[in-house]
């Protein structure tokens, strides 16, 4: 079955340590994204990338960073820089073209923990 | 740009009551309208969307939602609640053209947490 696969589900992290969130999906998509999750916020975009070799910052992109080396895939890195990195990430993936209604498919996210 | 409004971050029903989670929603174009579930530690998954025609639109485990554009709402209903419905549900908009919540993204409510009393 197609889908998209996050890992780690459950990650910890000291103080000032880089870290890297995998996303695979194999549902073809063209568009893929990274969302933050904290109680009571809703989910805030972090970045998007519409095809390949190309991504766009969202709404609180400081202290993350991404790369689209592959349709496939869209890992987001969590630098030292992001001051409050303790939250659940969210990628996700859509449709291009025609077929395209807006609906997003989700992973199961990783759930990031500073120490 | 658009926004969405959810009514209530929590909300709760006794188990076989209704359950009505309300969505208002801003757009300067039709939108696409949707209701996501997520379950805890998990993934977001969809529930039902409108996009064009019945503006009664059903979705899975019993849940449907009505789209009004007079009052730009697009509230979940579902006759009588389980225990098994206790999670966080989010309503969602999408510009048709494309141009909404970070380039044909979708633009989130904050979430309303369902509660059922046994």
């Known amino acids: 079955d197609g889908g998209i696969t996050q890992s780690p589900k459950y990650l910890f992290r000291k103080e000032g340590q880089n870290v890297t969130l995998s996303c695979e999906q194999n549902l073809n998509h063209d568009a893929m994204y990274w969302y933050r999750q904290d109680p009571g916020q809703g989910l805030r975009l972090i970045y998007y990338s519409q095809i390949v070799n190309d991504f766009q910052k969202g709404d609180i992109a400081e202290g993350y960073s991404v790369s689209r080396e592959k349709k496939e895939s869209f890992p987001l890195t969590v630098t030292s820089a992001q001051k409050n990195p303790t939250a659940f990430y969210l990628c996700?993936?859509?449709?291009?073209?025609?077929?395209?209604?807006?609906?997003?498919?989700f992973g199961e996210g990783s759930r990031l923990t500073v120490l | 740009a658009q926004s969405v409004t959810q009514l209530g971050s929590h909300v709760s029903v006794s188990e076989g009551a209704l359950v009505l989670l309300r969505c208002n929603y801003s757009?300067?174009?039709?939108?696409?309208l949707f209701w996501y579930v997520q379950y805890p530690n998990q993934g977001l998954q969809l529930l039902l969307k409108y996009t064009t025609g019945a503006t009664l639109v059903k979705g899975i485990n019993g849940f449907e939602a009505e789209f009004k554009k007079s009052e730009t709402s697009f509230h979940l209903t579902k006759p009588s609640a389980h225990m098994s419905d206790a999670a966080e549900y989010f309503c969602?908009?999408?510009?048709?053209?494309?141009?909404?919540?970070?380039?044909?993204?979708?633009?989130f409510g904050k979430g309303t947490h369902l509660i059922i009393q046994p």
């Open positions: 757009s300067s174009v039709p939108p696409y």
């Open positions: 969602a908009v999408s510009d048709r053209g494309g141009s909404g919540g970070g380039a044909d993204g979708l633009t």
């Open positions: 996700a993936s859509r449709r291009s073209g025609t077929a395209n209604t807006g609906e997003l498919f």
